[in-house]
C-alpha cells in the first residue's frame, strides 16, 4: 500500500468513527426556565374531575382533547385522499370510530388522481 493511499484509508477510518460516537451522543439537553418562574404542570391533580380535565384540555388549545370534549359535535369534515373502491370502505371504517366519539362526520372523496 503506497503512502497515498494510506492516508486517505486512515482519514476515512477517522471519519467513520467521529460519526459513529456523534450518533452514540447524548442529544442537547433544553435551556432551563429562569428561576422566578414555576416549572408548568405537564398532568392534571389525581383528584380533577373529567369534566374540569376537558376544560383543562380545550384551554391548552389541544384540538383532539377538544374534540373528544364535544366542541366540534355536528360538524362536517371533507377529506380528499388516493383511497377508492374497497380501500376507500376500509378508511370510512377506521374512521366511524372517531365519529361516534367526537360527534364529527367526516365525509371522504377518494381519487386514483390525488
Known amino acids: 500500500m503506497n503512502r497515498k493511499s494510506f492516508v486517505w484509508s486512515l482519514l476515512s477510518v477517522m471519519i467513520l468513527a467521529a460519526l459513529a460516537l456523534t450518533a452514540c451522543g ?12 414555576a416549572p408548568a404542570a405537564t398532568m392534571a391533580p389525581a383528584t ?8 383543562s384540555a380545550i384551554a391548552s388549545n389541544d384540538f383532539v382533547a377538544r374534540a373528544m370534549a364535544g ?14 373502491g374497497a380501500d376507500s370502505d376500509k378508511f370510512n371504517a377506521t374512521m366511524a370510530d372517531f365519529e361516534q366519539k367526537t360527534g364529527i362526520t367526516i365525509q371522504y372523496n377518494g381519487d386514483k388522481n390525488f
Open 26 to 37: 447524548s442529544a442537547a439537553t433544553p435551556t432551563a426556565a429562569p428561576a422566578t418562574q
Open 71 to 84: 366542541e366540534f359535535k355536528g360538524t362536517t369534515v371533507t377529506a380528499t385522499g388516493p383511497f377508492t
Open 48 to 55: 380533577q374531575a373529567p369534566a374540569a380535565a376537558a376544560t
